[in-house]
């Protein structure tokens, strides 16, 4: 019989390896989840706290991304609920 400390041990192990395997892959599908138009336009840069950061190269890019917040949102909620992702900030990419 397995020890608790063994149980939770493997249980953080699957946790911890599941919730990379979502992080990389929120990162590499973001042409899907937000459109193929944006993907030579924006990316993500980070994932903090549950908001997503997306970086987008030219003011437009950024208010085209803002018009389709809630439909990405919702994508990223449905596809990743386990990243538990809360709201999107854009911003512009520094020259």
């Known amino acids: 019989m397995k020890k608790a400390s063994d149980i ?3 249980y953080m192990r699957n946790f ?3 919730m990379e395997s979502s992080y990389s892959s ?3 599908s973001w042409g899907r989840i937000a459109g ?3 993907i030579t336009h924006s990316s993500i840069k980070d994932l903090n706290n549950g908001i997503l ?3 987008a190269d030219h ?3 950024v208010q085209l991304l803002q018009m389709r917040k809630k439909k990405i949102l919702r994508n990223i ?4 609920p386990e990243l538990d992702i809360t709201d999107i900030r854009f911003i512009l ?3």
């Open 59 to 61: 003011p437009g890019w």
């Open 8 to 10: 939770l041990s493997d």
């Open 93 to 95: 990419k520094n020259s």
């Open 77 to 80: 909620q449905n596809k990743y």
């Open 26 to 28: 929120v990162f590499k």
């Open 36 to 38: 193929e138009d944006m």
């Open 53 to 55: 950061i997306v970086e």
């Open 16 to 18: 911890h390896s599941n």
